[in-house]
């Protein structure tokens, strides 16, 4: 290994101890496996993705807009220049890979997309036409690129806003279901 290497896996290390959550797994083994094979994907993707050249433009981009009232907040994994667009990328870790259909139809990438065109800074307000979005599955290394125009992307507020009307109608009933014990809303539930 270089200088340079064992320098970037030190520092990762260091970066892993300081960052990693530790909560959320079923046994200390379970938590174990998680992290080292977090390691892994964060290595592999260095050495064979990592560029000097094609640094981000931003990553874990939290972004809040306003639609009709409503406040819509996230975080963009990654923001890439390319050309004259910029490219959202949205990393996962699972297998199942989904169609080139699936991907098109995306509700994730939807939002970012309706984000990008809404948010009013530097990195973001895009139009359409100046995005490229992508599902990047780090464990197979495999990268999914697709786009939205802008009918599209009024398709998707008006999915958002379907959406909400339809919670504000809810009346949240309880299931009474086995998850009711772990419910973070037990407290105010009446089952």
């Not at 464990?139 to 690129?145: S, T, V």
Request: hydrophobic share 35%; proline share 2%; net charge neutral.
């Amino acid at each position: 290994r270089s200088g340079d290497e064992i320098l970037l896996i030190s520092n990762l290390d260091n970066l892993f101890k300081i960052n990693w959550v530790n909560e959320g797994y079923s046994s200390l083994l379970h938590e174990q496996n998680a992290l080292k094979k977090a390691k892994e994907l964060v290595f592999k993707y260095l050495r064979e993705n990592f560029n000097k050249a094609n640094l981000p433009l931003a990553l874990e981009l939290p972004f809040i807009f306003n639609l009709n009232g409503i406040k819509i907040g996230g975080r963009i994994d990654r923001i890439d220049k390319k050309a004259d667009k910029i490219e959202i990328i949205d990393y996962k870790t699972g297998v199942n890979i989904p169609t080139q259909k699936d991907v098109d139809l995306d509700k994730q990438l939807s939002f970012y997309a309706l984000a990008a065109t809404e948010v009013r800074d530097g990195v973001l307000n895009k139009k359409a036409q100046d995005l490229d979005l992508c599902l990047y599955y780090l464990e197979k290394d495999i990268k999914l690129n697709t786009s939205r125009t802008s009918a599209q992307l009024e398709d998707t507020k008006k999915f958002i806003l379907e959406k909400a009307e339809e919670i504000s109608k809810s009346e949240f009933q309880c299931s009474k279901s086995m998850f009711c014990k772990n419910c973070e809303y037990k407290m105010l539930c009446s089952a």
